[in-house]
């Protein structure tokens, strides 16, 4: 059984920019959650997709933006990066919305 | 809102010895409750879930919905339990179904 894959496992962008990071789901699941972890801290619920529509949203601004594929890979998007937005970006899988989550090793992501 | 607590930031104890990892929470319904685990350069990983009722590498939880807890027992530590700990909860229903939110984590070590 292949686990979840995220790419790119680091990223550094500036203020301003824009970034797109990927999540390959595991096996057999139809539902993708992605969590912001700041240092320190536990992770951060930003949304879930569930076959391909948005199941929920954390307190975070819309220029968190995400999509869910057909195979059920999905992309997590900033606009207008902000410095505060450097922080481990994490993905889990799993079979049924509030199934147990599988997660990815993350994109660590740094803003200048 | 949900709110997942855990009192301890870093716990040590010795080889062979008891260890509690505290975990309390605040949800008005009826949450499940889990247990991950982030072993040194490894992924997050589920432990155990409440509902599960088994025991995962000599790790035990209950859930006490009087108290609103959910500690992590093991009656004899071993130096490979030394890792990073979360509690997590998740509600199964309403706005954001799916969405685990995470304690701040607890950090074990045990010492041989």
């Known amino acids: 059984e292949t686990g979840v894959t995220q790419s790119p496992t680091h990223l550094i962008k500036t203020r301003g920019q824009q970034v797109t990071l990927r999540c390959s789901s595991q096996s057999g699941h139809n539902t993708v959650s992605w969590y912001q972890q700041a240092l320190g801290q536990g992770p951060q619920f930003i949304f879930q997709?569930?076959?391909?529509?948005?199941?929920g949203r954390g307190n975070f601004p819309p220029r968190f933006s995400g999509l869910q594929f057909p195979n059920y890979s999905s992309e997590l998007n900033v606009n207008a990066l902000e410095l505060d937005d450097s922080a481990l970006y994490l993905c889990?899988?799993?079979?049924?919305?509030?199934?147990?989550?599988?997660f990815g090793d993350g994109t660590r992501l740094s803003i200048l | 809102a949900q709110r997942v607590t855990q009192p301890e930031k870093l716990l040590s104890v010795f080889k062979g010895a008891p260890v509690e990892l505290k975990c309390n929470y605040s949800y008005s319904g009826s949450p499940e409750l889990f247990w991950y685990v982030q072993y040194s350069r490894q992924r997050l990983q589920l432990l155990l879930r409440?509902?599960s009722r088994e025991s995962i590498k000599g790790f035990t939880a209950d859930l006490n919905k009087g108290e609103t807890s959910f500690h992590l027992k093991k009656p004899f530590a071993q130096e490979e339990d030394s890792a990073m700990y979360y509690c997590a909860l998740i509600r199964a229903g309403g706005t954001s179904y799916g969405k685990l939110t995470f304690g701040q984590g607890t950090i074990l070590t045990v010492h041989p």
């Open positions: 889990a899988s799993s079979w049924d919305r509030a199934a147990p989550q599988h």
């Open positions: 409440h509902i």
């Open positions: 997709y569930y076959r391909e529509e948005e199941n």
